[in-house]
């Protein structure tokens, strides 16, 4: 389904508001102080504050906005731009640069634009961290280097070679469902991937990987692993093989390669938890980008970020 760009809650700020409340409140305003449900009046007139509640629960009383509690809170950028940006992100398949956001939405600096990228990540993070591969199910397991990591070449002081200096990734296909799940690690070594692996697959699983040294253990952890060995040309044997999460690694490297271009290890996880959600909730799952877009801003809830964390971090495109 094709999106409007003009649609009234990418353009207009109380058609954003209602789209957003909509979204949020499904059964009526819910008080984030005490928790009461669609018993609040709405203050339309009687404040400057838009979208302003009062609570009537006798012992509460107290105003609050649907933004309250979310990644908009206390925000200056209108809410139709953070729902158009949101938008653009969710639907982008590999991303949408800061830059681009920066010229789109028309805003005064680039760090505006890179801070509310780095805000709509943070909505995006997987909530559910159930492990893969329960009920018996395939999981897919590989790694890959990309970037270079300025800490451990400061602190090995040039001591190393080959992919050491590179930011390792660690990647998770669960099959069956169809989710990815990455994370930065910082060693590629069974002794740091297995305890990984232990808490994010299921016992039950049938764990797939290439023939790197450093799986050779996981198979005693659990109900099986299969190896495709890539050194000798074998890619697939039957069903086993890691195809899936090659695919979803040719993804990401083209969307951090061609579209954000440079990140700083130091925000990696959150470019990770953007492909992670756009791949867990693609169309072939049957999510569409709308659909996207709504899981997202559900997602914006409790995940307040603030600039000063990131204060004097690198910023990427």
């Given at each position: 389904m094709k999106t409007d760009l003009t649609a009234p809650h990418f353009t207009d700020e109380e058609a954003a508001?209602?789209?957003?409340?909509?979204?949020?409140?499904?059964?009526g305003p819910v008080c984030p102080h005490c928790g009461s449900i669609d018993n609040a009046t709405k203050?339309?007139?009687?404040?400057?504050?838009?979208?302003?509640?009062?609570?009537?629960?006798?012992?509460?009383?107290?105003?609050?906005?649907?933004?309250?509690?979310?990644i908009y809170e206390r925000s200056h950028i209108p809410?139709?731009?953070w729902l158009l940006a949101t938008h653009?992100?969710?639907?982008?398949?590999?991303?949408?640069?800061?830059?681009?956001?920066?010229r789109m939405l028309g805003f005064g600096s680039y760090k505006t634009a890179w801070f509310m990228a780095h805000r709509i990540r943070e909505a995006m993070r997987e909530g559910d961290l159930a492990p893969f591969g329960g009920g018996g199910g395939g999981v897919e397991v590989d790694e890959t280097?990309?970037?270079?990591?300025?800490?451990?070449?400061?602190?090995?002081?040039?001591?190393?070679?080959?992919f050491y200096w590179k930011v390792k990734v660690l990647a998770l296909v669960d099959r069956e469902t169809g989710r990815s799940r990455a994370m930065v690690v910082d060693e590629v070594r069974a002794r740091t991937l297995l305890?990984?692996?232990?808490?994010?697959?299921a016992k039950e699983a049938r764990v797939l990987t290439d023939e790197a040294r450093y799986y050779t253990k996981v198979g005693a952890h659990f109900a099986a692993h299969q190896t495709v060995n890539h050194s000798k040309d074998e890619w697939a044997r039957g069903d086993?093989?890691?195809?899936?999460?090659?695919?979803?690694?040719?993804?990401f490297k083209r969307g951090m390669r061609g579209i954000y271009q440079h990140c700083g290890k130091q925000h990696l996880h959150r470019y990770l938890a953007e492909f992670d959600f756009r791949y867990s909730n693609r169309i072939a799952r049957g999510v569409d980008d709308n659909a996207r877009t709504t899981l997202a801003l559900k997602g914006t809830v409790g995940r307040r970020l603030?600039?000063?964390?990131l204060a004097g971090q690198e910023a990427s495109p």
């Open positions: 508001r209602a789209h957003y409340e909509a979204i949020r409140w499904p059964d203050m339309a007139g009687k404040t400057t504050r838009p979208g302003l509640y009062k609570c009537k629960a006798r012992e509460c009383r107290k105003p609050f906005t649907a933004t309250m509690g979310t809410l139709h731009k653009l992100m969710c639907a982008s398949k590999k991303g949408i640069s800061a830059h681009q956001l920066y280097f990309m970037g270079f990591d300025d800490e451990k070449f400061a602190q090995a002081k040039g001591k190393g070679r080959g305890p990984i692996l232990q808490a994010n697959i086993i093989h890691v195809n899936t999460i090659e695919g979803y690694f040719s993804i603030t600039y000063r964390p």
